[in-house]
């Protein structure tokens, strides 16, 4: 009787494997254009995993003074920003240290491309969100199109505008999942004359 061997992954596959093993998951709710509700979708997502009995944190959301945004905010519990003096003004970020302690299942932070303010332990928040990643924290983030690297001499080319903060393509393609939240162009342009879509 012929034995059936049994197909051995590669020393490359099971490292990579290892490496995973740990180490949180990220979720990109991913935007065609400014406006178009990442955060609202994110929000709402998270509102469902926390009924369901999931510990959720929002460490960081941008409402950019939406009212359907704040409200969907509320019941989370809220990670505190972080006070930083730079220019001689106090700015609040994202508090790092104060998620890690904190550690959550899931952590939501907002505006993956964010450039963090001088004096922050990492300069670009996706760097924030890769140390959470480490230490096995899930976290869920936004991030609009125009700020993926390799777009930005498209989006250039097609706005006229030079967008200065991006996120990496390899840190981009580290996610367990993306979900991309589109308007048509028409309920685009009725959400910005509301005043939904911040300039």
């Not at 991913?30 to 959720?56: F, H, N």
């Not at 730079?86 to 904190?102: I, K, S, T, W």
């Not at 932070?109 to 996706?126: F, I, L």
């Not at 840190?171 to 979900?179: L, M, N, R, Y």
């Amino acid at each position: 009787m012929a034995s059936v061997e049994t197909p051995r992954a590669s020393p490359d596959a099971l490292l990579a494997l290892a490496k995973k093993e740990g180490r949180g998951h990220l979720k990109i709710f991913l935007g065609a254009a400014p406006g178009v509700g990442k955060t609202y979708a994110m929000l709402t997502a998270a509102r469902s995993e926390m009924q369901g009995g999931r510990d959720v944190v929002a460490g960081l959301i941008e409402t950019h003074g939406r009212r359907e945004t704040e409200a969907l905010v509320e019941g989370f519990p809220l990670l505190e920003r972080k006070p930083i003096v730079y220019r001689n003004q106090m700015v609040r970020e994202f508090d790092l240290d104060g998620a890690l302690a904190r550690r959550p299942s899931l952590l939501l932070v907002d505006e993956y491309a964010h450039t963090n303010v001088p004096g922050s332990r990492h300069p670009k928040r996706w760097q924030d969100v890769d140390e959470l990643l480490d230490a096995g924290i899930d976290v869920w983030t936004t991030l609009n199109i125009q700020h993926l690297e390799s777009l930005n001499d498209v989006v250039q080319k097609i706005s006229k505008v030079r967008v200065r903060e991006t996120v990496p393509d390899t840190v981009f393609d580290k996610a367990d999942e993306i979900i991309l939240v589109d308007f048509p162009p028409d309920e685009l342009l009725k959400r910005l004359a509301e005043g939904k879509v911040y300039v």
